[in-house]
């Protein structure tokens, strides 16, 4: 597990709609720590991996929110109901993440990061088209260990 830094402002959620396409931060944190300076663009990176994601922080009603980027972010890390985020505030807009599974251990995102990157560069070497003729010839051939 990452050591929690000291100091650090942090807050914890636990993803409770995997389909939400935003996130609601902590009014408490939002008060304590950005309530005079709330950036409109967020960076948010993982703890383990280095992986990163461009998000708009909006105000939905009384409540700021991860919005646009946030999806992107639940897809890439394969988040499910019920995983256990943890958030450091490392700037004036920049966030560290930490994901815990429902048994209590640490996600390793970094293997489902792999899995997207690696189908993201087949999609720009091959093309749409060309990524579902491959996924055809899988079909055909049953094979079941697919990567997408």
Not at 13 to 31: E, N, Q, Y
Not at 59 to 68: H, S, T
Not at 113 to 127: A, D
């Amino acid at each position: 597990m990452a050591p929690r830094p000291r100091g650090i402002p942090s807050f914890f959620k636990i993803m409770l709609d995997c389909s939400a396409t935003h996130l609601p931060l902590p009014t408490g944190f939002v008060r304590k720590h950005l309530e005079n300076d709330i950036p409109e663009n967020a960076t948010l990176r993982s703890v383990n991996g280095g992986y990163s994601w461009r998000l708009k922080i909006k105000k939905d009603g009384d409540i700021y929110c991860f919005a646009d980027g946030w999806k992107q972010v639940v897809e890439d890390t394969r988040l499910e109901f019920g995983d256990f985020l943890v958030f450091w505030l490392l700037g004036r807009s920049i966030f560290k993440l930490l994901i815990f599974g429902t048994n209590g251990c640490e996600k390793n995102s970094r293997l489902n990061m792999i899995t997207f990157m690696m189908k993201k560069k087949m999609m720009i070497l091959m093309g749409m088209p060309g990524i579902l003729a491959l996924r055809r010839l899988y079909r055909k051939k049953e094979n079941k260990n697919l990567l997408w």
